[in-house]
């Protein structure tokens, strides 16, 4: 009788899946997860997708992806290890080394948690397999420009500026930065250097004022 249990084993998530496919199962435990959420069960929340990210066995292997980083985020509400958690979120950003949306949760658990080990050459080797990356040579530009090394800052501000150059916060970072070269007195023709900082401030505040006559037009 018991010789005959493995044979007889079925797998779950195939039976789940050949009932609702395998974008309505992701949505399903999603839902779960965020009723779980809801109630302020971050905790069970995370368990329940990670459980689910691990055991089942996606085709499409967005839908498990989708459910890693779903546990990030409420992971991110707990006060577990950090260091465990810091470990997660590197494995997604070097997935996704160009998603925006990864390296805000990266840098969200960075504010919330200090938790400052190794994240400066953490993010500089990543810039160095992905130099078109524009989330991460933005994160670049802002550890340089709240540590006082507003050249590099700069610097990495006009890379990016060169691949985007329509995005309004873009021109403000770019503005905020020659502002604080400009109080070099070493600096020379510092005065050109405020003027084009105000170039770059009043670019942000037209294509912002653009931005929102185009929302109000279209409302």
């Known amino acids: 009788s018991s010789k005959t249990i493995p044979s007889m084993r079925i797998h779950l998530d195939d039976y789940i899946q050949s009932l609702i496919g395998e974008d309505d199962l992701t949505d399903l435990i999603t839902t779960t997860a965020e009723r779980l959420g809801d109630d302020g069960e971050f905790e069970e929340a995370v368990k329940v997708l990670k459980f689910a990210a691990n055991r089942i066995r996606f085709k499409n292997s967005e839908n498990a992806e989708k459910l890693r980083t779903m546990a990030l985020t409420y992971g991110l509400k707990t006060k577990k290890d950090n260091s465990s958690f810091f470990r997660g979120l590197k494995v997604l950003t070097d997935r996704h080394p160009f998603s925006l949306r990864t390296w805000k949760m990266f840098v969200r658990f960075i504010d919330k948690t200090e938790y400052t080990t190794n994240t400066p050459r953490f993010v500089n080797k990543q810039l160095d397999k992905h130099p078109q990356s524009v989330p991460i040579r933005l994160l670049n530009g802002h550890h340089f420009l709240t540590s006082g090394t507003t050249k590099r800052a700069l610097e990495e501000y006009i890379k990016i500026y060169h691949t985007i150059n329509g ?27 405020v003027t084009k900082a105000f170039a770059f401030l009043f670019e942000y505040k037209r294509i912002r004022c653009e931005k929102k006559r185009n929302a109000f037009t279209e409302a």
Do not use: E, Q, T
Not at 167 to 181: K, R, S, T
């Open 167 to 193: 995005d309004p916060f873009l021109h403000l970072f770019i503005g905020v930065a020659m502002l604080g070269m400009s109080l070099n007195r070493k600096l020379p023709d510092r005065h050109l250097m």
